[in-house]
């Protein structure tokens, strides 16, 4: 059964900074592209940085760019996001989610986490 | 970016009844469109990828039409189960976007 637990979330000041984990089980990490897509409280869905299997590939919204860092361990399983310079803005539930094709950055989430909650606040 | 419409941004319908939902992309993204089913609490769930294709294990009642700009959603024959926030997402370009979601209610 493919698993994909988030871990990381928390209260954080303006400004600080936040490593979300994402621990996949289940599947062959290492053939999957990887995402995170975000959610504010009450509203809609985000895309918000994406990974080629090798991490050849990777991709940010313009939201995040040069704040984030998504990365990943495939010995280990498990995909990052290196969060820096946090706004108030940044607050959501920060899911990771896994792209549907073996070997493809193609977009189609198939299987989701349950997410992990950010809360950039004073 | 393309930006993703999505209409209405809810609904009410009664158990059994025929619900649509559409979906509009501000430039062609032939058929690179998934529709997603959220419940409250819960993670996204993928249903319809490549704008008509049924994701494994999902009932036939859900369908999915449409290429280029103009998309739709259908629930045929609605359950109380189906209760949920419903989202389209492009994957033709990046940056992935997403529609505003549809929340669709019994009535």
Redesign the interface.
């Known amino acids: 059964e493919v698993q994909l637990v988030e871990s990381g979330g928390g209260l954080v000041k303006p400004g600080g900074s936040l490593r979300l984990s994402c621990a996949a089980s289940g599947f062959t990490f290492s053939s999957y592209s990887m995402?995170w897509?975000r959610q504010a409280p009450g509203k809609?869905?985000?895309?918000v940085s994406?990974i080629s299997s090798r991490s050849s590939y990777i991709?940010y919204?313009?939201s995040v760019k040069g704040r984030f860092t998504i990365s990943r361990d495939n010995a280990k399983n498990s995909l990052f996001l290196q969060m820096n310079s946090l706004r108030a803005e940044d607050t959501a539930v920060y899911?990771c989610a896994r792209d549907?094709l073996v070997g493809a950055t193609?977009?189609?989430?198939?299987y989701?986490?349950?997410?992990t909650l950010v809360t950039v606040s004073s | 970016d393309i930006q993703m419409t999505q209409s209405p941004s809810s609904l009410s319908a009664s158990v059994g009844d025929r619900v649509t939902i559409t979906c509009q992309a501000s430039q062609d993204i032939s058929n690179y469109l998934n529709w997603y089913q959220q419940k409250p609490g819960k993670a996204p769930k993928l249903l319809i990828y490549d704008a008509s294709n049924l994701e494994t294990g999902v009932p036939s009642r859900f369908s999915g039409s449409g290429s280029g700009t103009d998309f739709t959603f259908t629930i045929n024959s609605l359950q109380p189960e189906d209760i949920a926030t419903y989202y389209c997402q492009q994957y033709d370009n990046l940056p992935r976007t997403f529609g505003q979601g549809t929340k669709v209610e019994i009535k």
Do not use: H, I
Request: glycine share 20%.
């Open positions: 995402n897509v809609g869905l985000e895309w994406s991709y919204a313009d899911y549907r193609r977009g189609n989430f198939d989701w986490g349950q997410g």
